[in-house]
């Protein structure tokens, strides 16, 4: 019987510093700290102990933030998978998929929910993952999102390869376009340096917004506003930063006159829900949670081929129409990086797991650790492997990277598919990558890479003798490159990590003053009709 989290196993390190590949390094800078003080060398104690804070700090911070994750829920926290509860393998697939674990946002403590609710406004009370399953809210939001994605695959890779054909060339990184913006260098110059997940982001949203309006014009400033707002949610979870609301309220007056004219999606919905309820669960599901979503997971395999060319050239060498490889290069990297870190559920009743004496009480908050769970069983489970998968099958290994198959899965899983093929596909036929960074599954440093366009067979998109030259240069320097990358990087996540920490106290503090989830199911609709669709959220912050 478990009645407490801190029955638990303590934390395991090992799925964190497995990605980590500095720690080790780190902890010994910091013993030999120790003899160089004694010995007065001040000035090599002082580099010694720098190199341990850069190297130690952020696993450190992964570690504390997956506990402080469990231990806001109190005595309901539960962190899984854990052995000493016998909840590992396929029993962490039985309790993921297990009818009684079907809550959502409502629990008696309201510590994780307040906290999810605080960082996803103000589309927190009608994003479709916090919906009670019973509320009539979630069946049509869920309806409308499956409507939206049920799109041929013909018609989703098209989107795709049309928007990464625009993305890899002089039409969307040449100079002065705004997505060229966002990086050192541009498509003309020969090269391109900066963050992956920067060149993902306005990718994603031109897509997104393609499938939901049907329309392909989406202007610069356009995609701006949303950028701006979705990267702000995602820094916000990351603790790089803190909430910026008047960014998200930018991207829901957008979509509010997006939904005040003619369009194709006022007529799939549903009237029950207000307009600006629309505008914001279009907000938090599809230009929020689905664009973060889709920019990270390119991110991890951006980083993932430049740091294994040998995988790239494979990709590049498969035959036409060949995808079996691609599948398990993305399976690869969905499962070393996976897109979510912790998720929960609340249990509405006991659950009695199979062949053991391990019962998990009603109410418990259930912490389901992604990384965790995806190093479990594995042959060098750190290693970015994606020839094990012509071995082993998805739904026989620790493996669950769109969520419990039949305990409402990640709705986007087939279109995520489908566009991450596409774009892959599209990205190493048009650009070199070179990166350095530290790759761990937080990803805090936005995944830097060194970009080289390459020249088409067709002969397109020829560079001019200049940038030619320019990209000699740039690509015979890039093994320093990488050194200073590297370098660089080892500081940054140094500050990181301490701005990550100083951020994710005043958040959760902020967190737990609003009570946002509180308020809306104890104060707002405390006698809650779950048949009742028009129920907006009063503490939206919207107008604050």
């Known amino acids: ?32 700290t120790v003899p160089l003080v004694w010995w007065g060398r001040w000035l090599a104690a002082l580099l010694s102990l720098s190199l341990c804070l850069a190297l130690s700090l ?28 016998d909840i590992t393998g396929g029993k962490f697939k039985e309790v993921y998929n297990s009818p009684a674990a079907d809550g959502r946002s409502k629990q008696s403590q309201y510590g994780l929910s307040d906290f999810f609710w605080y960082l996803l406004a103000p589309a927190h009370a009608i994003h479709q993952e916090h919906l009670e399953s019973k509320d009539v809210r979630y069946q049509i939001t869920a ?3 499956r409507k939206l994605v049920a799109v041929k695959e ?3 890779i098209a989107i795709a390869i049309k928007h990464a054909e625009a993305l890899f060339s002089a039409d969307k990184l040449g100079s002065g376009s705004f997505d060229a913006s966002r990086h050192t260098g541009s498509w003309d110059s020969g090269f391109l340096l900066g963050r992956s997940r920067d060149l993902f982001f306005p990718l994603f949203e031109r897509m997104i917004f393609e499938l939901v309006f049907e329309e392909e014009a989406m ?31 930018e991207l829901c007056d957008l979509l509010k006159a997006k939904l005040g004219q003619e369009n194709s999606l006022n007529s799939k919905l549903d009237e029950r829900i207000g307009q600006e309820e629309w505008a914001l669960f279009l907000q938090g599901v599809f230009f929020t949670t689905g664009v973060v979503q889709l920019a990270e997971g390119m991110a991890h395999l951006a980083v993932a081929l430049a740091q294994h060319p040998q995988v790239t050239e494979k990709l590049r060498n498969q035959p036409a129409g060949d995808s079996k490889y691609m599948g398990h290069v993305l399976a690869e990297a969905l499962r070393v990086w996976p897109l979510f870190g912790i998720a929960h559920r609340i249990t509405s009743d ?6 053991s004496d391990t019962v998990l009480p009603a109410g418990s908050v259930l912490c389901f650790n992604y990384p965790k769970y995806h190093m479990e069983g594995y042959e060098q489970p750190e290693r970015f492997w994606p020839e094990r998968w012509n ?11 769109f969520g419990p198959t039949n305990n409402r899965p990640c709705p986007g899983k ?3 598919q489908i566009w991450m093929k596409a774009v892959t596909q599209v990205m190493i036929e048009r650009v070199d990558l070179f990166s350095s960074a530290e790759h761990t599954r937080s990803l805090p440093c936005g995944g830097p890479v060194l970009m080289l366009p390459r020249t088409l067979k067709s002969g397109t998109d020829k560079l001019k003798p200049s940038s030619k030259m320019v990209q000699s240069v740039v690509r015979m320097a890039a093994p320093g490159l990488m050194y200073a990358m590297r370098g660089y990087m080892s500081v940054e996540n140094f500050f990181t990590t301490t701005q990550q920490a100083v951020n994710e106290l005043i958040m959760l503090r902020e967190s737990k003053k609003l009570q946002l989830a509180q308020n809306y199911f104890l104060k707002q609709y405390k006698d809650e009709d779950l048949t009742e669709a028009n129920k907006p959220c009063l503490s939206n912050q919207l107008y604050r």
């Open 391 to 401: 071995k082993i099958k998805e739904r026989n290994s620790s493996y669950m990277p």
């Open 350 to 355: 006991e659950i009695q797991v199979d062949d």
């Open 219 to 249: 202007d610069d400033d356009e995609n701006r506003v949303c950028c701006d707002s979705a990267e702000n949610v995602l820094n916000a979870i990351k603790g790089t930063a803190r909430r910026e609301m008047n960014k998200r309220r």
């Open 143 to 145: 309806a409308l999102t």
């Open 414 to 416: 087939r279109l995520s």
């Open 1 to 32: 019987m478990v009645t407490s989290h801190r029955q638990q196993e303590s934390t395991n390190m090992g799925w964190i510093s497995s990605q980590y590949t500095g720690v080790y390094t780190g902890i010994t800078a910091g013993i030999a």
């Open 58 to 85: 952020p696993p450190l911070f992964i570690a504390l933030r997956f506990r402080a994750l469990t231990e806001i829920n109190g005595e309901e926290g539960v962190q899984l998978p854990d052995a000493s509860l």
């Open 154 to 156: 013909e018609r989703l």
